[in-house]
């Protein structure tokens, strides 16, 4: 491909969120190949819910400043038999949004089955095949703890799914 028509590159904010970690990645992308940026957790405060939230909103809001993504992938709320964790993981997911959209992030919504599909090929797959297949398409040996490489997954699912524009149409979160 020439390079005057290569692919820009996008640099990607993937989120796996939650009330006890909540995880974050950072990759640049152009579609077809992405590199590992920054990646990390955010171990949340074990009192009120309120200060939970406050915490994934102001941290994850430096973290925006510092790394300047141009989009946020988000895992979406999956259906649990417990309704008190599904609601707390929305809360979660809330205050996370709420970071990208103050930073004027466009926010892309991911199913763990898609995510999951897109980097391992199997929408089943373990956290373990997860952190494996992570470490291999980014090429770099860091540890990841397991909240960490599933956002770095739901980021490498934008990157491999929502990057195209006929895509984004669908996956844009409203």
Same mark, same amino acid.
């Given at each position: !491909?020439?390079?005057?028509?290569?692919?820009?590159? &996008?640099? =990607?904010?993937?989120?796996?969120?939650?009330?006890?970690?909540?995880?974050?990645?950072?990759?640049?992308?152009?579609?077809? *190949?992405? *590199?590992?940026? /920054?990646?990390?957790?955010?171990?949340?405060?074990?009192? %009120?819910?309120?200060?939970?939230?406050?915490?994934? $909103?102001?941290?994850?809001?430096?973290?925006?400043?510092?790394? @300047?993504?141009? /989009? !946020?992938?988000?895992?979406? &709320? $999956?259906?649990? #038999?417990?309704?008190?964790?599904?609601?707390?993981?929305?809360?979660?997911?809330? +205050?996370?949004?709420? +970071?990208? =959209?103050?930073?004027?992030?466009?926010?892309?919504?991911?199913?763990?089955?898609? =995510?999951? @599909?897109?980097?391992?090929?199997?929408?089943?797959?373990? #956290?373990?095949?997860? @952190? /494996? !297949?992570?470490? *291999?398409?980014?090429?770099? *040996?860091? =540890?990841? @703890?397991?909240?960490?490489?599933? +956002?770095?997954?739901?980021?490498? %699912?934008? +990157? /491999?799914?929502?990057?195209?524009?006929?895509?984004? #149409?669908?996956?844009?979160?409203?």
């Amino acid at each position: !491909m020439p390079l005057d028509k290569q692919p820009s590159k &996008v640099r =990607v904010l993937g989120i796996d969120p939650g009330s006890v970690k909540t995880g974050f990645g950072i990759i640049e992308s152009n579609g077809q *190949r992405s *590199r590992y940026v /920054h990646s990390g957790y955010l171990k949340l405060p074990s009192d %009120c819910l309120a200060n939970k939230l406050g915490k994934i $909103f102001s941290q994850l809001s430096e973290i925006i400043a510092e790394y @300047q993504p141009d /989009h !946020m992938a988000i895992e979406q &709320v $999956f259906l649990s #038999k417990n309704a008190a964790s599904a609601l707390k993981l929305g809360h979660a997911r809330g +205050a996370a949004m709420t +970071a990208g =959209v103050n930073a004027n992030l466009e926010i892309y919504e991911y199913s763990a089955k898609a =995510v999951k @599909q897109s980097t391992v090929g199997y929408g089943a797959a373990s #956290k373990e095949q997860i @952190q /494996h !297949m992570i470490l *291999r398409l980014l090429n770099t *040996r860091k =540890v990841l @703890q397991e909240d960490e490489a599933d +956002a770095l997954a739901v980021a490498l %699912c934008h +990157a /491999h799914t929502g990057l195209s524009p006929q895509q984004q #149409k669908y996956i844009k979160a409203t």
